[in-house]
């Protein structure tokens, strides 16, 4: 069953950092801010990246300064630029090609966090039209990940994105409308997309099926909120207060974005989603 393949997928799309040549330590430009204690230049390794590409501080990362790497997530993406498009070649000893696969990881991030939203796509209850236009666009997005350096370098990533997101779009209105209709008997939740709601208080509300596209939602408080069914793509949830809400069903929630919210042993999430540690380790 193809629903069965695709949980597969999305569940497997997680960042395996030993097979990896600490590309977001390296490839990423970071600003010094309440999330990284210094700036960093693209291209410019960590000075708390190791020989070996493992981070000194791991263990104290948010004491020191540095939340925003606690928060990140490549699903994936640094171990594949790593060990497939450049073979085990490492950019330290291999200079030569340090500063094409520096270009090529944001790219190859594109490309799985979009392969991780098609996937669960196609989780769901939709209609045969819709899981073909689905399955079709999963196996591209797949493939395009195994070119080599250059021609993914050459990839036009705003024309990969537009036909997903119109297919995530259309995968929202068909889930959230029979939700609404046969699952929680309810009036489809309202439509706020890109809506500022920074530090609101929506503290224990139903927002079942409400479509939270690209909301700004930092610092917003959703204690105990039931957020089943709920779009949340994109959105900022930066210190979002979501300890005992429901967020078993939401659509197309990532981990960075969860790593970035405030929850707890209550917080309810889905299946692809893990807690992150320092949840309960209150650091």
Known sequence: MYSETAKNIRENLKADCSKCFGLCCTALNIVASSDF?????????CPNLQQDFRCKIHTDLRVQGFKGCTVFD????????????FKGRSWREHSEV????FSVFPVMEQLYEMIAFVAEALTYKISNSLRVKLSEQLDQ????????????????????RQPVNALLLETSEYIRNELSANVFKIKK????????????????????????????LIAADLHNADLRGVDLIGADLRDTNVRGANLSTSMFLTQMQINSAKGNSETKLPTYIQPPTHWLSGK
Do not use: F, H
Request: a positive charge; hydrophobic letters at 35%.
């Open 141 to 160: 997005l797949q493939g395009l990940t195994n070119l080599d350096a250059d021609q993914l370098l050459a990839l036009d990533m705003i024309s990969c």
């Open 189 to 216: 939740g309202k439509q706020y997309r890109g809506v500022d709601w920074v530090g609101k208080n929506l503290k224990g509300k139903d927002m079942r099926t409400t479509d939270l596209r690209g909301a700004y």
């Open 98 to 101: 340090s500063k094409k696969m």
């Open 74 to 85: 490549c699903l994936g993406a640094g171990q594949k630029v790593s060990q497939y498009t």
């Open 37 to 45: 204690a210094i700036n960093k230049p693209a291209e410019t390794p």
